[in-house]
């Protein structure tokens, strides 16, 4: 099966301080993986940040570090206003790197963290999300929640269990998004999904993308 083309990939995920210390030491190490596996395996060009503290910056990294185009997208100039030095420092460096900058609002205010995560989903092909699965308040999930209605392939990064999976690219109509299993190669932990895992293996896509059958825990 011919892997599927995604030119433009967009990331959401929670900020630093949602994450526990190995975590986040995981996260930025499989942004890397992840954005150069989407480079060669998936004809991805352009990643997409939304430039906030903790996955936003880790994937506008990565995206440089693989040598595909940045484009930042600013909910407000002021974004990093509060952030400490160094932070605003790396905010500046990445926003100067990239070859697209879109602002969404003059000044701060909350709907527009939210046009900017909508203007994102709507310009990409496919999401890179790192996700605590059951946080299910924030920024993060309402974008998850909109790439599915919006049927774009979500690349989950699980900060909890360390594992890396697709999620169903084609849900039954109105079904939220099934996911696919075990992209980083991580054993299955409990027998049951040992018996998903081996039940999905014929599924198996020739890119390494496992497919699970729609219903999963995204």
């Given at each position: 099966?011919?892997?599927?083309?995604?030119?433009?990939?967009?990331?959401?995920?929670?900020?630093?301080?949602?994450?526990?210390?190995?975590?986040?030491?995981?996260?930025?190490?499989?942004?890397?993986?992840?954005?150069?596996?989407?480079?060669?395996?998936?004809?991805?060009?352009?990643?997409?940040?939304?430039?906030?503290?903790?996955?936003?910056?880790?994937?506008?990294?990565?995206?440089?570090?693989?040598?595909?185009?940045?484009?930042?997208?600013?909910?407000?100039?002021?974004?990093?206003?509060?952030?400490?030095?160094?932070?605003?420092?790396?905010?500046?460096?990445?926003?100067?790197?990239?070859?697209?900058?879109?602002?969404?609002?003059?000044?701060?205010?909350?709907?527009?963290?939210?046009?900017?995560?909508?203007?994102?989903?709507?310009?990409?092909?496919?999401?890179?999300?790192?996700?605590?699965?059951?946080?299910?308040?924030?920024?993060?999930?309402?974008?998850?929640?909109?790439?599915?209605?919006?049927?774009?392939?979500?690349?989950?990064?699980?900060?909890?269990?360390?594992?890396?999976?697709?999620?169903?690219?084609?849900?039954a109509a109105g079904a939220d998004r099934g996911v696919?299993?075990?992209?980083?190669?991580?054993?299955?932990?409990?027998?049951?999904?040992?018996?998903?895992?081996?039940?999905?293996?014929?599924?198996?896509?020739s890119c390494g993308w496992q497919i699970l059958p729609?219903?999963?825990?995204?």
């Amino acid at each position: 099966m011919t892997p599927q083309r995604w030119p433009v990939v967009c990331a959401t995920g929670h900020r630093p301080q949602h994450l526990a210390p190995d975590a986040r030491s995981w996260v930025r190490g499989e942004l890397m993986r992840v954005a150069v596996k989407l480079r060669e395996e998936h004809g991805t060009q352009i990643g997409v940040s939304g430039m906030a503290l903790g996955v936003d910056t880790w994937w506008a990294q990565a995206v440089l570090a693989a040598g595909m185009e940045l484009w930042a997208y600013v909910p407000f100039p002021q974004q990093p206003a509060k952030w400490q030095p160094a932070d605003q420092e790396e905010w500046r460096r990445l926003r100067a790197l990239a070859s697209r900058v879109r602002e969404f609002g003059p000044r701060y205010d909350v709907r527009l963290l939210h046009a900017r995560n909508d203007g994102m989903l709507l310009d990409a092909k496919a999401v890179t999300a790192v996700w605590l699965p059951g946080k299910k308040d924030g920024g993060t999930y309402s974008a998850v929640r909109k790439a599915g209605r919006l049927r774009l392939p979500v690349i989950h990064l699980d900060p909890r269990r360390l594992r890396t999976s697709l999620p169903n690219t084609e849900p039954a109509a109105g079904a939220d998004r099934g996911v696919r299993p075990d992209y980083s190669g991580d054993a299955p932990t409990s027998s049951a999904e040992r018996t998903r895992s081996d039940a999905s293996s014929s599924a198996a896509t020739s890119c390494g993308w496992q497919i699970l059958p729609a219903g999963g825990d995204l």
